[in-house]
């Protein structure tokens, strides 16, 4: 008995000691736990928040900036997204758009006064794209049907060059966004619509000469109107700044992002359905289906 007990002790000191070496184990390995979900639920926002990359560059769908196709494929929110999908590959813009089928468009224009003939040639489309790539890169039928499609109820065709009552709009105090300071209008200029999409609005004017290193175009936003090669530019920053990422929705989803009040009924819808219509005509032009979720 006085033996066995002694035995007895020892063995329960022993079991003491392996329960605390196990319970530090557990604690351990819960806060190694915790502090693993903490870091990725702390990394994922801070990922999603990478966007606003430079011209030529994508967002991918975690936030990040490059060309690959991790940044530009599946996902990507903005910037030369490649959207081509099964039936619309990427083809040559130059190979693709040429001088008959752009000038098709141009002879669709019924106005007597056209300052834009002369103005809008295949010449200067050619020269802007190979002045800013990014925007022919990886560009499918499609999505050239569906730019010109815009750029033809923008400008009636490739007639006018500056929106027809923007200067009377801009003395209105319109188009001129004071929310918007890290672009703060200059007095007397006007930021109504020019080039071939009809960049509007001082976020826009801001920016597009940032990016496409052409100065201050709030200071000088007749530049747009005035250059035939940045009136086409404008137009391809605007397109892969703006609206790329939204055509992998559908057509609809690109009349939004180039003018949403086509998109709130009335008179608007009359010019959306133009754009459809525009857009469903090029496409024949070109050989590929229109697809699905034409309007908006």
């Not at 923007?166 to 004071?178: I, L, M, Q, S």
């Not at 250059?227 to 892969?240: E, G, R």
Request: glycine share 10%.
């Amino acid at each position: 008995m006085y033996l066995y007990l002694p035995h007895t002790h020892t063995q329960k000191k022993t079991t003491m000691k392996y329960a605390k070496t196990t319970s530090r184990n557990d604690q351990f390995a819960t806060l190694l736990t915790t502090l693993f979900f903490l870091i990725l639920t702390v990394s994922k926002p801070v990922a999603s928040q990478n966007c606003g990359c430079a011209s030529g560059l994508c967002c991918s769908s975690a936030g990040y900036c490059g060309t690959t196709d991790a940044y530009c494929g599946e996902g990507c929110k903005e910037g030369p997204c490649k959207n081509s999908g099964p039936g619309d590959p990427t083809v040559s813009l130059e190979e693709t758009v040429t001088p008959e089928f752009f000038n098709s468009i141009l002879s669709q224009a019924t106005e007597s006064n056209c300052p834009g003939k002369g103005f809008y040639t295949h010449e200067t489309f050619m020269a802007a794209a190979n002045a800013y790539p990014s925007f022919g890169a990886s560009i499918s039928k499609r999505e050239i049907a569906a730019f010109f499609a815009h750029v033809a109820q923008e400008t009636g065709f490739m007639c006018h060059i500056e929106e027809v009552d923007g200067p009377a709009k801009a003395a209105r105090g319109e188009y001129c966004d004071t929310t918007k300071p890290e672009f703060p209008c200059v007095q007397g200029k006007g930021y109504y619509g020019r080039g071939a999409i009809q960049l509007s609005w001082n976020y826009n004017y801001g920016p597009c000469g940032r990016d496409l290193n052409e100065g201050d175009l709030l200071a000088t936003p007749e530049k747009v109107a005035q250059n035939q090669v940045l009136a086409f530019k404008a137009s391809f920053w605007y397109w892969t700044t703006n609206v790329r990422s939204s055509f992998k929705s559908g057509f609809g989803a690109t009349i939004r992002a180039v003018n949403s009040r086509e998109c709130s009924g009335g008179d608007s819808t009359e010019k959306a359905a133009n754009r459809v219509r525009y857009f469903q005509d090029y496409c024949g032009k070109l050989g590929v289906q229109p697809g699905e979720n034409l309007t908006c």
